[in-house]
């Protein structure tokens, strides 16, 4: 597709202005690799370890600033975790890989603001580890199906430009017929999955919102014309695709704007290469609203009516998320494949019975209705 001069499609990675480089990283093949790639943007050896790197001034302010310095840095802990789910909801026992933290783009509602205690991208280049405990956590467990994603601390292609990672993830996964790899992202940055013999391991995903959440609230993302490009063009290349309303955020004909979304998304994706989607209403730490607050003083939608919920968390009321979980629904299974797993992220049974009329458990559980899915599209 060819995009208006509007829609010009912006590279996340081209927002950074610096990469820092921690000593013990400077000759590592893969930091090497990244320097080249950035051309001319400054680079500069940090004298060790986060408190070492320059201060970017006061929290929360120095987000904004962190998003366009980029840390090279080893992982010196584990890649590879479940992720952070609260047993009072439903869980579909995803699977982590952290390949970084933080991201270029700026969505307002973005949880990592209140979790972050450094505001620099970071980007792990010991990718030979990565590897290595991926290797050993499937040998460990032959019998287990993984669902593995990078989305959860990071986009997982906001800074592929860069650092090639997709293109080595997904000829990883091409053979490890016990796993997939679900790489997540609000970017039309694909270039580097073209052409790769992916082996149907790799599932290639997208963050949709209403047009109006999108344009306003999601601040160096791509547009909803480009993700839908994008996702046809992975498509062609014969990628599982999955799509993520998350988080559903009640505004201003809100019914209107998530069915506008899902009419684009069937008219340009085949329906058939869709794995599963999600649905998760907005939810947040509270000191999240603080954070964004200061950040983002001319957004609204912290103001409306919510509640603590079991995980600590502020969350809509329950006859309003049920409301907008059931009119995308509706939309939804109108055009979805009979194989897509539509589920909700991170509700209890009782939401999940008045919205999809039955409870994960009646199925199997959620975990083994999203291997089905994906399982089925072979």
């Known amino acids: 597709m060819i995009f208006s001069k509007k829609e010009k ?13 921690e000593p013990d990283c400077i000759d590592h093949p893969v930091t090497r690799e ?22 970017l001034g006061f929290y929360p302010k120095s987000l904004t600033e962190g998003k366009r310095r980029l840390l090279l840095v080893q992982n010196r802990g584990k890649f590879f975790k479940p992720c952070p789910g609260t047993r009072e909801y439903v869980c579909c026992d995803y699977q982590v ?31 030979e580890d ?6 050993e ?31 080595i993830l997904v000829e990883f996964m091409r053979d490890k017929s016990s796993a997939v790899l679900e790489l ?44 839908l490009a994008a996702a046809a063009r992975c498509a062609s290349w014969g990628y599982k695709l999955a799509f993520h309303f998350d988080p559903i955020i009640y505004h201003a004909g809100w ?14 994706v085949p329906k058939e290469n869709i794995a599963w989607i999600s649905m998760g209403c907005l939810r947040y730490l509270p000191r ?10 001319n957004s609204r939608f912290f103001h409306e009516e919510f509640i603590e919920g079991l995980d600590g968390k502020a969350r809509y009321f329950r006859t309003l998320r049920v409301e907008m979980y059931q009119h995308l629904y509706q939309q939804l299974r109108q055009q979805t494949d009979p194989r897509t797993c539509i589920y909700l992220c991170m509700e209890n049974n009782e939401i999940w019975q008045e919205v999809f009329g039955f409870v994960p458990e009646e199925k199997g559980g959620l975990p083994v209705m999203l291997d089905k899915a994906v399982r089925q599209l072979g």
Request: with cysteine; glycine share 8%.
């Open 34 to 55: 990244i320097i080249a790639r950035a051309g001319n943007i400054p680079v500069e050896v940090v004298s060790g370890g986060k408190f070492s790197i320059p201060d």
């Open 184 to 227: 997540k992202t609000k970017t039309a940055v694909i270039e580097n999955l073209a052409g790769l013999d992916h082996g149907g391991r790799t599932i290639v995903a997208w963050s949709l919102n209403s047009p109006a959440i999108a344009a306003k609230e999601e601040i160096r993302t791509a547009s909803l014309e480009q993700r």
């Open 9 to 21: 499609l912006v590279d996340p990675a081209s927002y950074i202005s610096m990469i820092h480089v």
């Open 97 to 127: 890989l952290n390949i970084g933290m933080n991201c270029p783009m700026d969505c307002v509602y973005c949880i990592l603001q209140a979790y972050l205690n450094n505001p620099y991208l970071s980007f792990f280049v010991n990718i």
């Open 288 to 297: 999240l609203k603080r954070i964004a607050g200061q950040r983002f003083p």
């Open 255 to 268: 019914q209107q704007g998530y069915s506008e979304t899902i009419e684009r998304l069937f008219a340009a």
């Open 137 to 167: 956590a499937f040998a460990h467990a032959p019998q287990h199906f993984w669902r593995i994603g990078t989305g959860e601390f990071t986009d997982s292609l906001a800074l592929d430009r860069l650092t090639g990672l997709s293109r």
């Open 130 to 135: 990565l590897l290595a405990e991926l290797t």
